[in-house]
């Protein structure tokens, strides 16, 4: 076997055999990849921009054009009641094409893509980027309450790990190079650079080292400039309070204000999260097939949609809802009322949306409610303090980056994100602040984030504390060790020598009857012909286990075994709650975590 340690091989490529992939590139080479990621990660953010504006026209206003301004209110839509039955309409072919082509199109997209790095060795097939673009831009253009990023943070993936499966990659370079497709797909929609780059470190990157990093700064950095020459220089959104520069430090009243913020959106955090989960979890019960469950749902998005119409003039809730958001920051006034329905509102078009089969993302979604919910803070902190200069748009601005940090569990990423988003500086501190507080408050109250918790439903959890080394990715079923034996506690020790002897396995199981007694090692008893006459393995088990099902990963299980401070593992099927002797599929002992970590170190 010929191995090279990839963060200074000279070679190009070097053939391994540690798993179905067989190469490793260096890391200029696997650069040099990550830059033609970021090109094509860009013309996918671009075309998908496109094709988001083809679809509105043609669906709200009857017209074959791609001039659509996502920041600015639509006209009145031609269609007048009608309009109820577009997200409809556009939600049928949506789930057509999902059921047809793609099942991993459905939804938010960050969690499939998350599912594919620790658990499905980073394979995302390439016909999810094109399902992805087209299902999310129909769901998007005709009105589904749902954001832009994350299909496109799953398109780029989808490419990333395509290129790195086509030239049969290791498993670790195949998740760098779907992070940096990931990175780069955000940096490109919201012109976001650092932002790009601390997606894919504090949401997808199970390992934080140059030969993981430089890759993904190479494929943000390129996607950016690519779509600013696109798209133009301008932020996402712009604020004219920005452009007020600050002549003192912020006024104390206004900062503990904000801490309040921190602490609301912490919890409004928590209801975005519970309230999608319940949809997620409640549309797939209702009576019909996928088509009648989203005509269900794709209805009462239209007649919320309408309603907002009919009573402010606007389609509030209706697509990625950055109109709302720049309409906040423009600090057009806002009653305190309307702001409060927005806010639930948009929670629950969101939830229903994404529960009845929409495809789109939840950041964009987060920022409107963010916006909303600060706004709100700042026009009752006005009434309340009218001497110390309460500015909505400026609690809107902290309120976006708190509800992203809150809901996501991306601190870094959301501040960093909303300043380049507005190019505020003035909020920076108060946005330290709120973020912080809301990310504490929200895993006070649920451990999982936005994405997370549909994984943990569908019984494929991740590590809640996900930096680590890229082999703990590892399914546990490749690292353990199948080679054991199932003895009864009362095997005389004489006669499960010879067992293992003649069997050539190394590892004895102990049960007890219906159940796991312990493991005996017999490795590190020292042997003597007459030592052991007349004991059995009762006396020599040991229980310093743990039982891990054998859908974790390496992770998981020594994440495990280090909190109970345990040495062995015993693998089991199933969920691993009621462990029985016959449910045992393998063991983890210092042996097999050596070999893993020898194979990471050279592979």
Known sequence: MSVADPSNSPAAETVISSEDQDRVFSVPMLCIIAFAIGIVAAAGAVVFRYLISLVHNLFYYGTFSTVYDANQFDAPSPLGALVILVPVVGGLIVVFLVKTFAPEAKGHGVPEVMYAIYHNKGDVRGVVA??????????????????????????????????????????WQKITLLSAGAGAGIAATFNTPLGGVLFAVEMLLPEVSSRTFLPVVVATATATYAGRIAFGLDPAFIVPVANVTAIEAIDPVQLVAYAFLGVAAGIASWAF???????????????????????????????????FFVTTGNYHTSGVGYATIQDILNATPYTVVLLAVLLVAKIVATS????????????????????????????????????????????????????????????????????????????????????????????????????????????????????????????????????????????????????????????????????????????????????????????????????????????????????????????????????????????????????????????
Not at 280 to 290: A, H, I, R, V, W
Not at 566 to 586: H, Q
Request: glycine fraction near 12%; charge should be positive.
């Open 352 to 603: 229903v949306s994404l529960g009845s089969g929409a495809s789109g993302g939840v950041f964009s979604p987060s920022l409107f409610i963010g916006a909303t919910l600060g706004g709100l803070m700042g026009v009752i902190g006005s009434w309340l303090f009218p001497e110390h200069g309460f500015i909505a748009a400026e609690f809107a601005l902290v309120g976006m980056g708190a509800l992203v940090g809150g809901a996501t569990g991306a601190s870094m990423t959301a501040i960093v994100m909303i300043f380049e988003m507005t190019r505020d500086y003035n909020v920076i501190v108060p946005l330290v602040l709120a973020v912080a507080i809301a990310v504490g408050v929200r895993r006070w109250l649920i451990t999982d984030n936005i994405y997370t918790i549909k994984l943990r439903h569908r019984g494929r959890p991740i590590p809640v504390n996900r930096h680590t080394n890229m082999y703990l990715v590892k399914p546990i079923k490749e690292v353990m060790a199948t080679n054991f034996k199932i003895l009864p506690i009362d095997t005389p020790i004489q006669e499960a020598i010879a067992t293992i002897m003649e069997a050539g396995d190394a590892h004895i199981i102990v049960s007890d009857g219906a159940r796991i007694a312990g493991f005996v090692r017999f490795g590190t008893i020292p042997y003597q012909a007459d030592r052991f006459s007349g004991q059995t393995l009762r006396e020599v088990l040991s229980s310093d286990y743990v039982i891990a099902p054998a859908s974790n990963i390496l992770n998981s299980v020594i994440t495990r075994m280090n909190n109970r401070s345990r040495s062995y593992a015993i693998i089991v099927g199933g969920d691993g709650r009621i462990p029985r002797p016959d449910d045992v599929v393998g063991v983890v002992d210092s042996k097999e975590i050596a070999e893993v970590v020898v194979a990471n170190h050279y592979g």
């Open 130 to 171: 094109v399902v992805k673009s087209f299902a999310s831009a129909i769901s998007i253009g005709s009105g589904a309450s749902v954001g832009r990023e994350g299909p496109i943070i799953q398109i780029g993936a989808s490419f990333g790990s395509t290129i790195a499966r086509k030239l049969r990659l290791v498993r």
């Open 273 to 307: 999260i519970r309230t999608l989960a319940w949809c997620e979890d409640l549309f797939p019960t209702l009576p019909g097939n996928d088509y009648t469950q989203n005509i269900i749902g794709m209805l009462i998005i239209g007649c919320m949609g309408y309603a």
